[in-house]
């Protein structure tokens, strides 16, 4: 059996290397480094692919966040809503700006920011409302949406696990993750959905005078050469990543459809054992399966995670301290005990290998393992 792991990006490499090594040849050949021709190209045909007019391309997820925030001119002290259970970066860059995070809960299925708490959180400091879309799974937006309506808010999505999964509204009319906000923020780093062979990031947006804003502060806020118009920052996505995203872009869906292959199989193999609850699919959302996660119930979450790794089958946990448990993010406002769901969380998820690449023999070793431990113990 070929060795497991949570992300498999050599064999992915290897079905369309001619293809990769070709396209990063031609940006070489080329020199055109910086805001070349395969930057415009990858860019116009990721707009085509999500249906949305602007796509800013960028140097990586984190900064499309905060340049997504400087651009819509959220100010030091604006409230701006998020969820406890993400990664860092959601909540790192509204504290760079001196913005207030104000953490909210999940729902406990979706793993996704309560609709409630949101509204609980609110404030007349309240600027803006950050959903994740986290694992793959959109975030219900359409609620969220109302609700930046009623309160006047900006809605910045961080889609950065869930390029390519579809929102469906109450009426069956579907958008991209992504699109539906006021922008939408995407991370190309190797192991999200569409992975770049570095860092990389984008930034949608429908609407046209955001778009210019945002194309002027990734390049120093300079819209003519040496004429600054915003404090922007340097934040560009580089050529060779984007010629290899270009092609990459191409295989998004079906990426996307071998994912959920993999996530009915690991379902059908855990559905009806009472010791683990496989991964809710809202009825609102399409899943492209960033994550495949687990929650353990009354068995040994860590104790299954260290069998596992004996037996060389990567399994991790996204994420096992809460925002507002991390040492950086102490905040008097917050304690242990405000984010029952979010808290519960971080002590039973568990993500299983999840790619593009896992085979049958590989999944068979992975189910059996897990569910003789959690049958045994
Ligand atoms: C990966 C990720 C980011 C940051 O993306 P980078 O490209 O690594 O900066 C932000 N938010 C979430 C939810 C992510 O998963």
Redesign the pocket.
Known sequence: MRQIRMVDLKDQYERIKPEIDQAIREVIDSTAFINGPAVKNFQSNLEKYLGIKHVIPC???????QVSMMALGLKPGDEVITTSF?????AEVIALLGLIPVVVDVEPDTFNIDIQAIKKAITPGTKAIVP???FGQCADMEAILDISREHNLFVIE?N??AIGSEYIFSDGSRAKAGTIGDVG?????P??NLGAFG???AIFTNDDKLANQLRIMVNHGMARRYYHDYIGVNSRLDSIQAAILNVKLKYLDDYASRRVEVADHYDRMFSDNPRLKIPFRSPNSTHVF?QYTLVVQECDRDALQSFLNEKEIPAMIYYPVPLHMQKAYQDPRYNKGDFPVTEYLSRSVLSLPMHTELDGDQLDYITSSLLEFVNHS
């Open positions: 140097a990586n997820g984190t900064d499309a966040l993400t990664f860092i970066a959601t994740v879309h986290l961080d950065c696990q923020c995407v991370s190309f780093f192991s999200k860092d990389g990031g960033h």
